[in-house]
């Protein structure tokens, strides 16, 4: 009677330590830390940083829902072409292809929505004075 109560108790001790020793349930266990410098065009990351610039001018403009997908198409499609032009460390390139896509995100805007752009833009450069130590005499 005494080795069948002993044997229960180290066979349930036993269990109880095994279960304990298993790791706990992460989902994000696989999921890679998204980098916050350095981020590759097609990331998830990246997806987050170019919808915030979107709903940024969205509230500056007044964007359309069809705008708002053309400039994600647009944000997409030069994706792929940033990071060639960054793996060839070309900053004539990279500039130049910058400029482009700048272009072609405006000329998405109407009249109405470009004249709000670039009035916003003035106000925010109205105080800079292209240094940073303050006003120079």
């Known amino acids: 009677m005494k080795t069948t109560i002993l044997s229960l108790a180290a066979a349930a001790f036993l269990s109880i330590t095994v279960s304990l020793a298993?790791?706990?349930?992460?989902?994000?266990?696989?999921?890679?830390?998204?980098?916050?410098?350095?981020?590759?065009?097609?990331s998830r990351f990246d997806d987050?940083?170019?919808?915030?610039?979107?709903?940024?001018?969205?509230a500056i403009v007044d964007l359309s829902r069809k705008?708002?997908?053309?400039?994600?198409?647009?944000?997409?499609?030069?994706d792929h072409m940033e990071m060639v032009t960054m793996q060839r460390r070309n900053p004539q390139q990279y500039q130049r292809l910058q400029a482009q896509k700048q272009q072609e995100m405006l000329d998405v805007l109407n009249k109405k929505q470009l004249q709000k752009w670039i009035a916003f833009q003035q106000?925010?450069?109205?105080?800079?004075?292209?240094?940073?130590?303050?006003?120079?005499?």
């Open 67 to 78: 705008q708002e997908k053309e400039l994600k198409r647009i944000e997409d499609r030069y």
């Open 123 to 137: 106000s925010n450069n109205r105080f800079d004075r292209g240094n940073g130590y303050g006003r120079r005499g």
């Open 48 to 58: 987050v940083k170019e919808d915030i610039k979107i709903d940024k001018l969205d």
């Open 22 to 42: 298993q790791r706990p349930y992460n989902p994000n266990a696989n999921r890679p830390n998204a980098p916050f410098n350095n981020t590759k065009p097609g």
